[in-house]
């Protein structure tokens, strides 16, 4: 596993460009005996376990992708591609998924039930995702899965434990873009049209108020504005501005509700600054729902194997998204947290992110016991 990891870490590919990963993970298969089928256009890699068991097929997900970030770990097996780094720990998840294999393998006899072990691209994507495009081409199907699980490294859960939870364990994330269409102008005259950079600030306050005046509280939401381009000169009060931001919610009435909200806020806003405001609403992944008896079957398992300590309830879901939900809308499972957590701070996305070898082992542990726990073992 270390090895794979190594080779995985050097050479990071973003989302839908996984061609030397693909190679990879396809040759690391091969080395175990097992057939790796591949699609025309599309970087996922898929492998069966066990292929003949006639029990419940369980499904293992691992990503791909890698972020555009320039790494600063220092490591001899740093990222060879200038701008390119596994920040979020997908070499960590392959090369765990690699680890599992080789041990399903060796047990194939064994097992109850298939397992489908899926290497998927495109996670980072954010609005379509490789999740998607996966299921399109029957990732789920001969033979078909029962259940699912995926697994992702957290720097605030501590390393050597599992984090869970029953029901939506992370958000739906959408996205949206607004073009503020002002009047140019010399900034010495503002009086003679609407100045969209100040249209463009009331929208960001403006935005801010619908999740702390018309919420409840107790129902989360995030409006966040992560982008912001107008002008061309100090002295020029430009014609157009652009705004870009995510959304988060946890409830599928809360994602509707925020769009038609929004969309609501900015037009009403523009025009009472006499400008005019245009949106785009793009819906991103959907709530990552875990579904309660998996979940509990698997945590019995994973503490009957890794010590009841190990296992780690999480009180409340995180506002990161994942396109996992989409297999969770097709069949039960659960996503779980790897720990990774280290004396030193660490955080996901990071340039200097660099999850412990160590982890590798509980990783691949976690997928082993997850498929024999769901197939029923004795």
Known sequence: MRAWR?????????SNEESRTQAKVVEALGSLGLRAQTYDGFHGVRAVVAPDADGPAVALRADMDALPVTEETGVAYISRFAGRMHACGHDVHMSCLLGAASVLKQHEREL????VLLFQPAEEEGRDGGA????????????????????HVAPEIPEGRVGWRTGAIMAAADHFRIL???????????????DA????????????????RTRDPLDPVVISVGMIHGGTR??????????????????????????????QRVRHLAASLGAKARVEYLHGYPVTMNDPKATHRLVAGLSEELGEGALVEIDHPIMGAEDFSRYLERVPGAFLFLGVGRNEPQSLH???????DSTLVTGATVLVTSAATLQGRP
């Open 350 to 356: 990071s340039p200097t992110f660099l999850p412990a």
């Open 197 to 212: 950079i100040v249209v463009a600030s009331e929208i960001v306050v403006g935005l801010q108020a619908i999740v702390s």
């Open 132 to 151: 998607a495009p996966f299921l399109e081409r029957g990732c789920f199907e001969h033979p078909t899965v029962d259940y699912v699980v995926g697994q």
């Open 180 to 194: 503020v269409q002002g009047t140019g102008a010399h900034a010495a005259t503002p009086h003679r049209g609407p």
């Open 6 to 14: 190594t080779a995985l870490h050097r050479e990071p590919e973003l």
């Open 112 to 115: 109850r039930g298939p397992v």
């Open 234 to 263: 100090h002295n020029i009060l430009p014609g157009e501005v652009r705004l870009e931001g995510t959304v988060r919610t946890l409830k599928s009435e809360t994602r509707d509700q925020m769009e038609q909200r929004i969309r």
